[in-house]
């Protein structure tokens, strides 16, 4: 009986600091994923929602590629296993789990495959042909008017989230507003 | 804010470097169509975006701003990396020369940070074996 008591707060002991040390932490995750769902490509919506959040554990919040608007992602429960695995920064990880994300991001070319039907962002085309996302297939003589290719989200638009101080901005935010809360 | 002046900074001394090759390489920046002369030509292409201007933290000026350099070097499909990463040496140098200028009292001071990659990737479609590279950039014009 009094193991089980004693197990009880301990469980107790380690949620209450878990959740003051991290709660800011779990917000930024939040935030992160929510902009990046914004800022990037979206026809079907199953990049949007196949953004994820994950623990050392394992525990995983998100990652559906559901089709549709982008759904908000709540980050996981920690544990006080997750603390202890991952003591200095960050114990959240972001990911995207569509086989194509490498490509959706930029970060590698790709053959442009229409979906077919109507995008749930506005599309763009002009600057790129023949389908390359990321990168035009030069053809000697067009301008980059004539291939398929579609867009909807900016060239580039991931590097420039986490590069140009959007991502850094959406961190400190979130971690400023947990602060005021915990006051 | 003088983003001209940002992008010049960036832009001048990787399309002097591409350029002083022997053959040059074609360099491509932003809103320009990549139009090299046949499939197989190798070009390299340069992007340069913007993130946050004016961040007042950053540093003590105001006039800054922080954005992302993005360099894909386009090499021939099916020859192996060889050619590509030896671009991709060129445009490294270029940075890192660019990382060791010392500050002066005009023009724009430039940092970069860390560099990403070199990746690659080519698809069945396109001719090209693409190698990538990108950085962060955080740029104060002082005139």
Not at chain 1, 58 to 63: C, D, M, R, S
Not at chain 2, 32 to 42: C, D, F, H, S
Not at chain 2, 60 to 71: C, E, K, P
Not at chain 2, 100 to 111: L, V
């Amino acid at each position: 009986m009094a193991k089980n008591a004693f197990d009880e707060l301990s469980r107790w002991g380690d949620r209450v600091a878990v959740n003051l040390l991290y709660k800011g932490r779990a917000r930024a995750a939040e935030q992160v994923v929510a902009e990046l769902q914004e800022l990037g490509p979206r026809w079907s919506g199953k990049f949007s929602n196949s953004w994820r959040i994950s623990t050392p554990t394992g525990t995983v919040a998100g990652g559906t590629g559901q089709e549709g608007n982008p759904v908000p992602v709540k980050a996981p429960e920690l544990s006080g296993a997750d603390v202890r695995t991952k003591l200095f920064g960050s114990p959240f990880k972001i990911d995207n789990t569509a086989s194509y994300a490498d490509v959706a991001t930029d970060l590698a070319t790709g053959d442009f495959e229409n979906p077919g039907k109507p995008a749930l962002k506005p599309v763009s085309r002009g600057n790129r042909t023949k389908g390359i996302r990321g990168e035009p297939w030069p053809v000697p003589g067009t301008r980059g008017t004539e291939g398929p290719n579609r867009a909807t989200a900016p060239l580039d638009w991931f590097t420039t989230y986490v590069d140009g101080g959007s991502l850094d901005k959406a961190i400190e935010k979130a971690m400023r507003q947990s602060e005021k809360g915990f006051k | 804010m003088n983003y001209q002046a940002i992008r010049a900074a960036l832009e001048n001394p990787l399309l002097t470097a591409f350029n002083s090759l022997v053959p040059a390489v074609p360099v491509f920046f932003d809103n320009i169509t990549a139009v090299p002369p046949n499939t197989t030509t190798e070009y390299v292409r340069i992007n340069i975006t913007f993130g946050i201007t004016n961040e007042p933290t950053l540093t003590s000026s105001v006039d800054n701003a922080r954005g992302a350099l993005i360099i894909r070097i386009f090499t021939e499909k099916g020859r192996g990396p060889a050619r590509n990463q030896t671009l991709l040496t060129t445009a490294v140098n270029v940075l890192e020369t660019l990382n060791n200028t010392a500050k002066t009292n005009a023009g724009t001071f430039m940092r970069l940070g860390e560099i990403n990659g070199p990746t690659f990737s080519s698809t069945d479609e396109a001719p090209h074996f693409v190698g990538r590279i990108d950085t962060s950039w955080v740029a104060t014009v002082l005139t």
